[in-house]
């Protein structure tokens, strides 16, 4: 059974940084591409950053250059680094596969900025 389970969420500042963590079981980890997905209240889900087995990674162009993913395959965990963050960040953060497993999502991570 697909384990996926997110942390690392708050409330910070407009500018502030972030770092979500993704630890993941029930899956061959150093197979699969991961994303990270968030969605805020009143729109859908989207995918903001994958990392691919090989460590290739891309990012939606509202956090390109200020978002990085990454992953550890020995700890089975993927990472989202969030710096200069936004208002519009605000969002319910989430990881699963690339492409997504529906049953695998978990109740992800909370991240709210606000000044």
């Known amino acids: 059974q697909v384990q996926l389970v997110e942390s690392g969420g708050g409330l910070v500042q407009p500018g502030g940084s972030l770092r979500l963590s993704c630890a993941a079981s029930?899956?061959?980890?150093?197979?699969?591409?991961m994303g990270w997905y968030r969605q805020a209240p009143g729109k859908e889900r989207e995918l903001v950053a994958g990392?691919?087995?090989?460590?290739?990674?891309n990012y939606a162009d509202s956090v390109k250059g200020r978002f990085t993913v990454f992953r550890d395959t020995a700890l089975n965990t993927v990472y989202l680094q969030m710096n200069s963050l936004k208002l519009e960040d605000t969002a319910v953060y989430y990881c699963?596969?690339?492409?997504?497993?529906?049953?695998?999502w978990g109740q992800g991570t909370q991240v709210t900025v606000s000044s």
């Open positions: 699963n596969t690339l492409p997504v497993s529906v049953a695998a």
């Open positions: 029930g899956i061959i980890f150093r197979i699969n591409d």
């Open positions: 990392v691919t087995r090989f460590g290739s990674t």
